[in-house]
């Protein structure tokens, strides 16, 4: 997610930043700090930002690299008619009261010339220290020191203002708070963009897209649920309301000018014009465990289930591979996105069998980021971010055919019966059929 949004704010990650994922501390660079605030107004994973004054791998190196801070930099947040205070945060350590004022009070050879204000002071500053990742084997001095001026949080109180569970229209499979905003930040969502979802569902993924000013767009094929039909998702609850559907979502957040519609459509077959039409396709296809992924069908096809919506609304649904999905949805990425749009999406893994070969791909989309979020000891899902690269012409059509990636995906077309099973039950199988 920083990356993206770095990306998007013109900012980078530092030439002497060692990128340690483990680690919860990075250090960026920022043309300027209007910038470093634009990344805080759009991140739900980062807490705070700094502008870092010092750092070093002991408590001699800060000293040290403070003392050689500017200090025409430092003058304008200690002047003497100003107010400040000293925070001090550990990372896997928890200091006494009496440990932190020692610590504070090892930095009076800064010039600070303000008066300390605990309750609403003008400038904050913070001692960072970071204590490793192993909480049972704590060293005795930190590891990495920081200190800085604070400049603004990031979006965390986000995940509460729109969680799902306070959300007028909800559903089986309605996206997390945190992952939606983290998907559309993947997405580089922006203003005036227009954003799409092909397997729309509830709209959660529309919500955090029309917070970041796009105006966004859906299809299912799912007619009850478009309409807002049928049978309730929320406990004590037997039938959905009059007014329960995607636009009533988008209302109760104020962002109901950015809605442009959902439709009942398939995903399979695009209902779209050709040409470049969406800055970013974020979407959640379905995996088969909560809600059967499936597509429109025809009488000369094996018919897998006819079914009747609300309204006599009669549609005949086949089956739909997990790798018919990616490998469609990939296709319709290339042709419908703009040049530099995203694709964003979640892709299921069975992680026994995971290796990166197994990831769709397309010539016209470059891969930005595989980020796995675990969902069992032997399942997860993965999110995938895409950008195109180049202009889809018709050869690219059927281009994944052409190599050998189409058939290492195909055995996950069984990931909801490999979801199910377990590794311990699918092993005990395999050993049990050795031995006759």
Sequence with gaps: EITSLLSLCDGQFSGEQEIRVNSPFWILNFPSEEMARGLMKRTVCAKSIFELWGHGRSAGELYASLKSYPTDKMLPYLQSDST?????????????????????????????????????????????????????????????????????????????????????????????????????????????????????????????????????????????????????????????????????????????????????ADSSRPIWRKGMLFDAIITDPPYGIREAPRRM??????????????ENHFFVSSSYHLSDIFFDLLKFGAEYLVMGGRLVYWLPIYRPEYSEEIIPRHPCLKLISNCEQMLSSHTSRRLITMEKVKEFKDQDENSYLLDGQYMPYRGHNSFREKYFSGVTKRIAKEEKDNQK
């Excluded at 069908?297 to 609300?310: D, L, M, Y």
Aim: proline share 4%.
């Design 84 to 264: 400040y205070k000293v925070h001090i945060h550990t990372f896997n350590k928890t200091l006494t009261q009496a440990q932190k004022i020692k610590k504070i009070d090892a930095l009076e050879f800064l010039p600070f010339r303000g008066k300390v204000n605990l309750k609403n002071p003008e400038h904050i500053f913070w001692i960072l220290e970071d204590y490793g990742m192993n909480p049972n084997n704590v060293p005795e001095e930190p590891i990495h020191l920081y200190f800085g001026r604070w400049i603004a949080d990031g979006q965390r109180e986000l995940i509460e203002s729109y969680s799902v569970k306070k959300r007028h229209f909800i559903g089986n499979t309605s996206m997390d708070a945190c992952l939606s905003f983290i998907m559309a930040n993947h997405g580089r969502v922006k203003p005036n963009d227009i954003v799409y979802d092909p397997f729309v569902g509830t709209g959660g993924l529309l919500i955090s897209s029309a917070h970041f000013g796009a105006y966004v767009c859906g299809t299912d094929i799912d007619y009850n649920t478009i309409h807002g039909l049928g049978k309730a998702s929320r406990k004590n609850q037997k039938w959905r309301g009059p007014d329960e559907n995607i636009r009533a979502n988008l209302r109760q957040y104020g962002l109901e000018k950015y809605y442009l519609d959902a439709l009942v």
């Design 297 to 310: 069908g025809s009488q000369k096809e094996t018919v897998k289930s006819v079914e009747r919506s609300t």
